[in-house]
């Protein structure tokens, strides 16, 4: 028996392309990061209606410049839109990344999942925020940088519900 496969996209109808991954390139300068609390760094921007971003993972490295960060409970973590966005990412713990004086990486994973509204998502860019107690101070000469390759699909809601 032959059994032809569909090989045109009208007749792929029900199928995603699920590794269709992007992944953006970001640098932060040291007033950037210093400033996190205040104003949350987009790093994906809002994919359009009907559309929503799965976060998948990110890389982020420390390039070191003069002087260490300094902070205290000063997490990041990656969210939707902006600051007080909902965490998509893991609690990144500046403690031992930030305030470090050498060229430091640290891989970032998605949250566990969890459950939530459509309209959590649609249109919502990524952003970096601090969600810590206060700004990140330090690196007085602002010669550190902090580099970030946030990897990410783009879902279009209309091939969700049939």
Known sequence: MTVAVP???SALIGTENVNNLSTRYVVLTAAEVKALRATAKELVRAPGAGKYLEFVSAKFALEYGSEV???????????????GGTAVSESID???FLDQSADTV??????????????TYLNKGLALDNTGDGEIAGNASEDSKLHIWITFRTHDTSKLIA
Do not use: W
């Open 7 to 9: 090989t045109t996209p």
């Open 69 to 83: 960060f300094t902070e205290s409970a000063d997490d990041l973590s990656i969210v939707l839109d902006d600051a």
């Open 94 to 96: 500046s403690t031992g």
């Open 106 to 119: 640290m891989p970032v994973a998605p949250l566990a999942s969890a459950a939530a509204a459509l309209s």
